[in-house]
């Protein structure tokens, strides 16, 4: 299945987000869990969104528009970026302001690495998501990597969270069916009031 996606914008600051009233799914997870990748194999459309072997590049809200009613939005990733003290904070509160307060977000998809398991900054997200009443949705990642007998004691390691988990493989197209039908799902679930585009700032 390929998804009508496009890039459409960057925005650095919340007053330079779009004003549409697409429902809007963001991207989150640390720098290093692999979130360009995933996007790129969800949509199956090459290059999309940049990837690159220097974790932390994202440093903006990149909005792409998916299908004719909903919209992801990839986050600024989170935990290890290498970046000047200043921008790193700059970037923490663009991401906290848009979970926060944007009115078109309907859900989350929070990726782990699933070696990993959530930590602290995963369980802080999913208490902000949950807040607002928003849909989360867990992507285990790189499931590729783990051999059948570790799964189990995964899924444990995923239970404190809440949420259902869906395990993921950009490189093997592990679980991205499953993902996509979750995606198209909130246009139908979501659909009975749309949001209102953001007004002028």
């Not at 987000?17 to 949509?43: D, F, Q």
């Not at 923490?92 to 990993?116: E, P, Y």
């Not at 988990?165 to 490189?171: E, G, I, K, M, W």
Request: charged share 25%.
């Amino acid at each position: 299945m390929k998804l009508d996606c496009r890039f459409e914008q960057s925005a650095a600051a919340i007053a330079d987000c779009p004003r549409w009233n697409r429902r809007e799914i963001a991207i989150a997870g640390r720098s290093n869990v692999g979130k360009s990748s995933l996007i790129n194999a969800l949509v199956s459309i090459k290059g999309l969104a940049r990837t690159s072997r220097t974790p932390g590049r994202t440093q903006a809200l990149n909005f792409f528009s998916l299908g004719g009613e909903l919209a992801l939005v990839d986050l600024p990733g989170y935990g290890y970026a290498k970046m000047p003290a200043e921008l790193a904070r700059q970037v923490s509160n663009l991401m906290s302001d848009f979970l926060a307060a944007r009115t078109n977000l309907s859900a989350v998809v929070l990726l782990i690495d699933s070696r990993r398991g959530p930590r602290e900054e995963e369980f802080a997200l999913a208490g902000i998501v949950r807040g607002r009443q928003l849909e989360l949705i867990v992507a285990a990642t790189k499931v590729d990597k783990l051999r059948r007998g570790e799964r189990a004691a995964m899924i444990k390691r995923f239970a404190p969270l809440n949420a259902p988990v869906l395990p993921c493989s950009a490189a093997a197209g592990e679980g991205l069916d499953a993902l996509r039908q979750r995606l198209l799902k909130i246009s139908r679930t979501h659909g009975i009031s749309r949001p209102r585009p953001e007004p002028p700032v």
